[in-house]
């Protein structure tokens, strides 16, 4: 049941990453040159419309928060951010971007995920050295998120900071409407 | 040509509130390091064992795999495993996505985008070049992140972690300039 809801959610995630732009180098380093907001307004309106619904759906006990999965903060996180901001300028590619291209016959994506697997590579063989220095300090005691959740310690820890959730994610919503398309 | 923000922004947060109410949310990064396991494991079958005292039944030689009672090890051994196919099934979907697109120009890829060639010129080594080191440098920054644009900044921010947040941030305040610098006309 597993591999069949991967086949069908990975299938639909990869579709839509093509048909909003995302897998086109152009239009991500349009975004990051602030030239072309297409996408900045997409991936606003994509994560304000999920939350919102999320939190919405949890509160309503439609939605089980079973399946939430919160990643730890750590300094790594900010450095490892930063790395990444750099090679997505570069290339115009990110992780997911780079296998849906892919996809799509590019040939500067097979690069990518080949230069990926070598970068992924030398940090397993680094963690050994890593795993005990400032770099995985952890930092708001690990799994935060800013309201209360199922699986974190919350930073507004009051039983109904999850409308603040709803709340950030209509703001994004609106953020992403107010938004030029083009700037420059 | 591409969905308005609207509707792929609607599309996009229905594809990750899917993945989170079915299953778990959407990350990609950590698949590059299982498939370097599954390749690793193809040149040295000692590197991931079958181990009955490890937490997820497999360890390995290396740190990384070995992690969090040999979870990683467990999908290198196991690769039909729900993240790894989800992975591979996203290569489906673009080709999905670029064949339903119908484009004008008869559906032929641009191989070298248009910043690109303004600024490098169209030889596809210089590109594949880039490519190559953009992607080391971004996977390596995502495993030292713990996750991506997909696992931190979307499904992480979805669900107001603190780690999203400041991923996002980071990712953003790098990216930013040296796009402006490097794609400047």
Redesign the interface.
Same mark, same amino acid.
């Given at each position: 049941m597993?591999?069949i809801?991967?086949? $069908? $959610? #990975?299938?639909?995630?990869?579709?839509?990453?093509?048909? %909003?732009?995302a897998?086109?180098?152009?239009?991500i %380093? =349009?975004m990051?040159? +602030?030239t072309d907001l297409?996408l900045m307004?997409? $991936?606003?309106? #994509? %994560?304000? !419309?999920?939350?919102a619904?999320?939190f919405i759906?949890m509160m309503a006990g439609i !939605?089980?928060p079973g399946? +939430?999965?919160?990643?730890?903060?750590?300094t790594?996180? !900010? @450095? =490892?951010?930063?790395?990444? *901001?750099?090679?997505?300028?570069?290339? *115009?590619?990110?992780?997911?971007?780079?296998?849906?291209?892919?996809?799509?016959?590019? %040939?500067?994506?097979l690069?990518?995920?080949?230069? *990926? +697997?070598?970068?992924?590579?030398?940090?397993?063989?680094m963690? =050994?050295g890593?795993?005990s220095t400032f770099?995985m300090q952890k930092? @708001?005691g690990g799994?935060?998120?800013?309201?209360v959740?199922a699986?974190?310690t919350a930073?507004l820890d009051m039983s109904w900071s999850p409308w !603040?959730?709803i709340g $950030?994610g209509i703001m994004m919503?609106i953020v992403?409407?107010l938004l030029p398309?083009k700037i420059r | 040509m591409y969905w308005n923000w609207f509707k792929g922004g609607s599309a996009l947060g229905i594809a990750f509130l899917l993945a989170v109410v079915l299953v778990k949310p959407i990350g990609v990064s950590t698949q590059f390091v299982i498939l370097d396991g599954i390749i690793g494991d193809t040149l040295d079958n000692t590197l991931v064992v079958e181990d009955k005292t490890a937490k997820k039944g497999y360890s390995s030689s290396n740190a990384y795999l070995n992690k969090s009672g040999g979870k990683y090890a467990k999908s290198v051994a196991h690769p039909l495993n729900y993240s790894f196919v989800f992975v591979l099934s996203m290569v489906f979907g673009g080709l999905l996505g670029k064949i339903f697109q119908g484009e004008s120009s008869s559906g032929k890829v641009k191989q070298i985008p248009e910043v690109h060639q303004r600024r490098f010129g169209n030889n596809p080594v210089m590109r594949g070049l880039i490519t190559f080191a953009g992607g080391f440098i971004v996977l390596f920054g995502a495993r030292l992140a713990g996750g991506c644009t997909s696992g931190h900044m979307m499904s992480g921010m979805m669900q107001t972690s603190i780690s999203g947040y400041l991923f996002a941030l980071a990712a953003f305040a790098v990216a930013v300039p040296t796009a402006i610098i490097i794609y400047k006309k």
């Open positions: 597993d591999i809801l991967a086949v $069908i $959610i #990975g299938t639909v995630f990869g579709f839509v990453l093509q048909r %909003i732009g897998a086109d180098p152009d239009k %380093i =349009g990051l040159r +602030l297409h307004r997409t $991936i606003f309106a #994509g %994560i304000g !419309i999920s939350s619904l999320l759906g !939605i089980d399946h +939430l999965s919160v990643k730890s903060m750590y790594g996180v !900010i @450095f =490892g951010g930063m790395l990444l *901001g750099l090679g997505w300028a570069l290339s *115009g590619f990110c992780p997911g971007t780079g296998v849906v291209a892919l996809g799509t016959g590019r %040939i500067d994506a690069f990518f995920i080949l230069g *990926g +697997l070598g970068g992924a590579a030398v940090y397993m063989m963690y =050994g890593l795993k770099l930092l @708001f799994k935060a998120t800013l309201v959740t699986k974190s930073i !603040i959730a $950030i919503l992403a409407k398309e | -």
